[in-house]
Nanobody, 123 residues
Framework: QVQLVESGGGLVQAGGSLRLSCAAS????????MAWFRQAPGKEREFVAV????????NYADSVKGRFTVSRDNAKNTVYLQMNSLESEDTAVYYC????????????????WGQGTQVTISS
């Protein structure tokens, strides 16, 4: 049974930082592309970042480029999202997702999803 469990969310002031973690189990983590998505109230779930398996490449949404960094530790079966210079617009539930086939920006390409972790930025 595949499980993705996010952690690290919370309340932080604008300009602050948070690091999210997503611990994976039940899959060959090193063989999966891992992504972060987020969903704000009343909005659709949107792509944030992805890191590929193998020699990892990364891709980011324009809205977070230069502020967020995605990384992975295959020995710990964990993917991270370091978020700096946080803005009120970053307030959302953040989800990690896994795909063995695609390193896509489209949520439909991902097979497994975590339950999400809330990130709230106060201005």
């Amino acid at each position: 049974q595949v499980q993705l469990v996010e952690s690290g969310g919370g309340l932080v002031q604008a300009g602050g930082s948070l690091r999210l973690s997503c611990a994976a189990s039940g899959l060959t983590f090193s063989a999966y592309h891992m992504a972060w998505f987020r969903q704000a109230p009343g909005k659709e779930r949107e792509f944030v970042a992805v890191i590929t398996w193998g020699v990892p490449n990364t891709n980011y949404a324009d809205s977070v480029k230069g502020r967020f960094t995605v990384s992975r530790d295959n020995a710990k079966n964990t993917v991270y999202l370091q978020m700096n210079s946080l803005e009120s617009e970053d307030t959302a539930v953040y989800y990690c997702a896994a795909s063995s086939s695609y390193s896509s920006t489209s949520r439909g390409r991902y097979t497994y999803w975590g339950q999400g972790t809330q990130v709230t930025i106060s201005s």
